[in-house]
Every structure is written in C-alpha cells, then in structure tokens.
C-alpha cells in the first residue's frame, strides 16, 4: 500500500473539511438537519483521521494495541456516518415525523456498535497480527458490512418513494452520498495500492447544497418551502418569456387562534406540522409547497390546470387518513382556494393576491353552511 499518498488524500481532505466547518459555526445549534449535517462532518473528520493514524501504525508490532483501538473506532464512526446520513434525510423530508421513521437506522447501528464491541474481546471481527497487521474474520466482518448496506438500502427505498415530490437538485445528493465511497470500495477490492477514503470527503461536500437550500429555502417548524422559495419560482414563471399558465392552491388551516389559545403554542406548531404532512404527502414532482405565512400555506406548479382537482382529492384523502390515526391529536381541518391563470399580463403578485382571495371566498362560503364542492370551484378567469 502506498501509505504515504493515501495520507496526502486523507490530510488534504481533512484541511478541506476543516474549512467547511469553521463555516458551519452555529449550525450544531439549528433545527434538527442542520444539526444532522453538522455531525456528519465532525464524524467524517473523525473518520479520516482514524484512517491517518492506521496508515502511520500499519505494521507496526510494537503498535498492536492501538491499531486495535484505532481500527475499532474506525469501524463504528463507519457506521456512525450512516446512521447520521439517514437522519439528514429523513429530518430534511420529513421534519416533525423523522422520530417515526428512525427506529429501524438506530437498530441497525447499534447491531454494527455491538458487533465492533464483542470483537474487542473475542476478535472474531478483526485482529492483529504480531506483525502489525489486520486479520478479517469474514463472516462478522460481512455481518457488519451487510448491515449498513441495510441501512443505505432502506434510505435509497425512501427516496424512491419520495421521487414524486423531492427535487431533483436535494435528491441527487442523498441518492450519491453512499455511492462514492462504495466506487471505491469496490476500486481497492482490484487496486490496494491507494486508499480512497478521502470519497466520503467528496460526498459530504456534496450534501453541502441540500444544507445550504434547507437553511435558506426551508421553513424551520414544518420543513415545507418558506415564502423566498415561492417568490423566487413565481417572479421566475411570470418574468420569463412564452405563455401557458401557473396553478396554485392556497390552503388555510381553520381554527389555528383557537387552538392556540386553548391548548398553547405548542399545540398550534403541532397542527401545522401535521398540515405539512399532509401537504406533502399530496403534492407530485413539479409542484413547489410552501409555508405562505402564519398559517397559510401554497402549491403552485406550472401548466396542467387539470392537476387541480387531484391535488384537491388527495389533500382530503391526506387529512382524512391522518385524522384517523389514534394518538394523533386534534382533529385537522382546512379551507383551500385554487386558481389557474395565464402567464402572460399577470404578475406574481396579482396571482397570489387572486390565490388569496379565491380561498377567503372558499372559507366564508363554508362559514355561511354553502356545499364545500360548489365553494371549492375554481372561478373561470
């Protein structure tokens, strides 16, 4: 093995993750997936540096011990990284619900930390040699293997069911960050004259935008687009040239004050988290949802007037299903307003002033005891 360029990698790949954290100052203090990513590039710093110190001690005899130390640390920072992967994606998709979906990552590390715990004792993982050397138990070292592939293989279902909805620029991203370092796992099973550990380096760089658009895009309570996100995409659709039309539906929860002043804040935050969920189990891939404001919400989407209606059905089918869910709390209802329009001699603003209008028309007819289908029909333009 060529100790000393795999070191060179691994420094120049620490120096590099370095940087980034020092830019990262503060976020160990966000919401829960800015504080996800930022242990995944303390770990994967961890991750490097134990490769630098087992390269320095690799046939060393009088170094047995701590290669020991260094290889065992090494292993469950492995399946550390993993696990804290798969909470950054679940807490950015899911936010509010990612403790549901976790149980399964967690099990799945705690097998691989057990497994690197038991081999301190027994060595049936890994051992070393009296000359300085690691010697592979394959059947546990393929258990633990297998096991955060599991896990990675679970992330990679989860995505592809969420293909629909995710954008393409935050699931490209996820979908790579494994994929790198198993190239080059798969490259040092032919070529073991270089160590390329330095790819999970390359990999956290990468989820470094979907960081980045969740602090800047994101709304911190319910993890839909916040109100930037929906200005950018409309002055985007109504500023460019060529015609066709702009859909959109402006959701509002009904009863929020009250139930903040019933029950507290704490329950109010809950229900909009819950509004988020069904939101964005109804939405489909080119739609954008947004938190609009308060306790306002808005989908828009380009083209496709015909998509209204399935969005409406499926919002209703959403609140319905979760409403059913014992432990759930409070009963979840809504007022929605829709609108499509042509592109060309409207502005943004108009749109979601019309948007806006559209829904109190919605919400004051079902006041006044009018069918919600005949209030929840779009007016022609």
Same mark, same amino acid.
């Given at each position: 093995?060529?100790?000393?360029?795999?070191?060179?990698?691994?420094?120049?790949?620490?120096?590099?993750?370095?940087?980034?954290?020092?830019?990262?100052?503060?976020?160990?203090?966000?919401?829960?997936?800015?504080?996800?990513?930022?242990?995944?590039?303390?770990? !994967?710093?961890?991750?490097?540096?134990?490769?630098?110190?087992?390269?320095?001690?690799?046939?060393?005899?009088?170094?047995?011990?701590?290669?020991?130390?260094?290889? &065992?640390?090494?292993?469950?920072?492995?399946?550390?990284?993993?696990?804290?992967?798969?909470?950054?994606?679940?807490?950015?998709?899911?936010?509010?619900?990612?403790?549901?979906?976790?149980?399964?990552?967690?099990?799945?590390?705690?097998?691989?930390?057990?497994?690197?715990?038991?081999?301190?004792?027994?060595?049936?993982?890994?051992?070393?040699?009296?000359?300085?050397?690691?010697?592979?138990?394959?059947?546990?070292?393929?258990?633990?293997?297998?096991?955060?592939?599991?896990?990675?293989?679970?992330?990679?279902?989860?995505?592809?069911? &969420?293909?629909?909805?995710?954008?393409?620029?935050?699931?490209?991203?996820?979908?790579?960050?494994?994929?790198?370092?198993?190239?080059?796992?798969?490259?040092?099973?032919?070529?073991?004259?270089?160590?390329?550990?330095?790819?999970?380096?390359?990999?956290?760089?990468?989820?470094?935008?979907?960081?980045?658009?969740?602090?800047?895009?994101?709304?911190?309570?319910?993890?839909?687009?916040?109100?930037?996100?929906?200005?950018?995409?409309?002055?985007?659709?109504?500023?460019?040239?060529? &015609?066709?039309? !702009?859909?959109?539906?402006?959701?509002?929860?009904?009863?929020?004050?009250?139930?903040?002043?019933?029950?507290?804040?704490?329950?109010?935050?809950?229900?909009?988290?819950?509004?988020?969920? !069904?939101?964005?189990?109804?939405?489909?891939?080119?739609?954008?949802?947004?938190?609009?404001?308060?306790?306002?919400?808005?989908?828009?989407?380009?083209?496709?007037?015909?998509?209204?209606?399935?969005?409406?059905?499926?919002?209703?089918?959403?609140?319905?299903?979760?409403?059913?869910?014992?432990?759930?709390?409070?009963?979840?209802?809504? &007022?929605?307003?829709?609108?499509?329009?042509?592109?060309?001699?409207?502005?943004?603003?108009?749109?979601?002033?019309?948007?806006?209008?559209?829904?109190?028309?919605?919400?004051?007819?079902?006041?006044?005891?009018?069918?919600?289908?005949?209030?929840?029909?779009?007016?022609?333009?």
């Amino acid at each position: 093995m060529r100790i000393d360029c795999s070191i060179a990698l691994d420094v120049l790949s620490m120096t590099n993750l370095s940087i980034l954290l020092f830019g990262l100052r503060g976020r160990e203090r966000g919401d829960r997936a800015n504080r996800a990513y930022f242990q995944i590039v303390l770990l !994967v710093l961890a991750f490097l540096a134990l490769d630098v110190a087992y390269l320095a001690l690799y046939g060393r005899p009088w170094a047995r011990v701590a290669i020991a130390a260094v290889k &065992s640390a090494y292993f469950v920072v492995n399946a550390a990284i993993v696990w804290t992967w798969a909470r950054f994606v679940l807490h950015t998709l899911f936010p509010g619900a990612a403790d549901g979906h976790s149980a399964l990552y967690t099990a799945l590390f705690a097998a691989d930390a057990a497994i690197v715990l038991v081999n301190c004792f027994c060595g049936w993982m890994f051992s070393i040699s009296e000359e300085g050397t690691i010697v592979i138990g394959y059947a546990a070292m393929w258990t633990f293997t297998l096991l955060n592939y599991l896990s990675i293989a679970a992330v990679m279902l989860l995505l592809y069911r &969420s293909r629909n909805w995710v954008k393409r620029e935050t699931l490209l991203p996820f979908l790579l960050f494994p994929v790198l370092p198993l190239c080059a796992e798969l490259v040092q099973i032919a070529v073991r004259s270089v160590s390329l550990i330095c790819t999970y380096a390359l990999s956290t760089l990468m989820l470094y935008q979907v960081s980045q658009g969740s602090l800047i895009y994101t709304d911190a309570l319910t993890g839909l687009g916040n109100r930037r996100l929906l200005d950018e995409y409309l002055g985007r659709w109504f500023d460019g040239a060529g &015609s066709g039309k !702009v859909c959109g539906v402006m959701i509002d929860l009904d009863g929020l004050k009250a139930i903040n002043d019933t029950c507290g804040h704490l329950c109010g935050d809950q229900m909009l988290v819950r509004m988020a969920e !069904v939101i964005r189990r109804s939405e489909r891939k080119g739609m954008v949802a947004t938190r609009y404001g308060g306790d306002e919400f808005v989908v828009v989407w380009r083209d496709g007037e015909e998509r209204t209606e399935g969005l409406l059905r499926r919002l209703e089918q959403a609140r319905a299903a979760l409403n059913s869910q014992p432990g759930g709390g409070g009963q979840l209802s809504f &007022s929605t307003g829709s609108l499509c329009c042509e592109r060309e001699g409207m502005s943004a603003g108009d749109f979601l002033r019309r948007l806006d209008e559209e829904m109190y028309r919605v919400k004051n007819a079902k006041k006044q005891g009018v069918a919600p289908l005949e209030a929840d029909f779009p007016r022609p333009n």
